[in-house]
């Protein structure tokens, strides 16, 4: 059993789904963060240029936003295909035109938003798609076989008992093992949404705004909640009151479910969920029995290494491997939905010398990997005995999210020591005074820098300073860095 916690406020959002006490994933939405991609407007024509086959269209924002003719859905065939772009733009719309458009690219600098007339609206499985009738699937499923059972499900499913139009769908990749009513409850509540847009569309002015992808906390009754969901509590009256009746349209299910939390203690303090945030930042995860974990995140892959530290309770080391490496998978399996690590996944557990062994830990990860939501692939171990897997990437790592670079080390994660800096300022010393001839050297540099050049390598600057000939002085800098000094002529 699951518990879904939310913390609102009004400039950022933070969802933990905690299981048996532990979070186990985290999901933050900060407002100013919010683009524009996905939102549905009422625009006006402003301008159209046949030479640049593109035209701009006033959607209420600072700037016109731009719409090109292959992204024009002309006459029933889809945008960017052949028809559509062989049909000249002032063919197919005019100054002063009222059209429905959606965002499919966010403004950058001085460029306004992109737009398209081909309208799609996402669910949690399928993606709708009003102006057309065919089923896609994802490239990402499976066999041919298994695309054609799914679309052949999809065309029942979809069928209106009038025999109507039914609009077309594209399954997600996480609709591969989906259930029937699952698929049946998301066709629904996009049709539904498309309703209300359309509806909306017909009453509005240019410049509305009449449909905007979901917030954080509507997703959580559309997306996270399930089954096995015991309570959704909410810390904000206004936003559990939105939420209820979201819910009551949208999923009836999940509203017995929501609970307004009026606790005096702050709702994430519960289950110590900002410590447990502060943890999946560092580089260090410690395992009860005494073992840890180092997850190193790079821009090609996240490299995982399984140590057994201070462990010594099994009665011999391979045992002691064994049940580090068993605890391992366990930690990583959370740690990868805490983190929200995707792409490519190396783990390296503590060698293990009995196959059994290897075969256990292997089913004890990928026992713990079905749990998760996003889709994941393990490979098994590779000959230099390294676990290999993928995760798909559905959004940015918390760490991506919450940190930037280290100014001090510019994301090396180290510094030279003092003594690399102290020698670096002796060798810039000896270069300048072979070009100038000044009448003093100023060293201005970090206090341990300068108090290693006062203390420990004393000798070395005043056998510098006899060797050049000049006086040598010395100033600290609270503000500098480890590595940061300053050289000035006098």
Known sequence: MQDILINWAPQETRVAIVENGAVQELHIERALERGLVGNIYMGRVARVLPGMQSAFVDIGLERAAFLHVADVHAA???????????????????????????????????????????????????????QDDHIGISQKIGSPELREQLRAR??????????????????????????????????????????????????????????????LVERVLRDLAHDATGAIRIDSKMQYDILKAFGAEYTPGSVAKLEHYKGERPIFDLFNIDAEVAKALARRVDLKSGGYLIIDQTEALTTIDVNTGGFVGARNFDDTIFKTNLEAALAIARQLRLRNLGGIIIIDFIDMARDEHQTAVLAELRKQLSRDRTKVTVSGFTQLGLVEMTRKRTRESLAHMLCEPCPTCEGKGQVKTARSVCYDILREILREARQFNPKEFRVIASAAVVEMLLDEESQHLAGLSEFIGKPISLSAEATMSPEQYDIVLM
Do not use: C, H
Request: proline letters at 5%.
């Open 76 to 130: 029933g065939a889809p945008a960017r295909g052949e028809n559509a772009q062989q049909v000249p733009i002032e063919r197919l719309v005019f100054e002063g035109q009222t059209l429905m458009v959606q965002v499919i690219k966010d403004a950058i600098g001085t460029k306004g938003a992109r737009l398209s007339t081909q309208i799609s609206i996402a669910g949690r499985l399928l993606v709708f798609l009003p």
């Open 154 to 215: 999809m065309t029942r499913l979809a069928a209106l008992p009038d025999g109507g139009a039914t609009g077309g769908f594209i399954l997600r990749t996480n609709a591969e093992d989906a259930a029937d009513d699952e698929l049946a409850d998301d066709i629904a509540y996009l049709r539904k949404t498309w309703a209300a847009v359309r509806e909306r569309g017909f009453a509005s002015p240019p410049g509305t705004l009449l449909y905007q992808d979901l917030s």
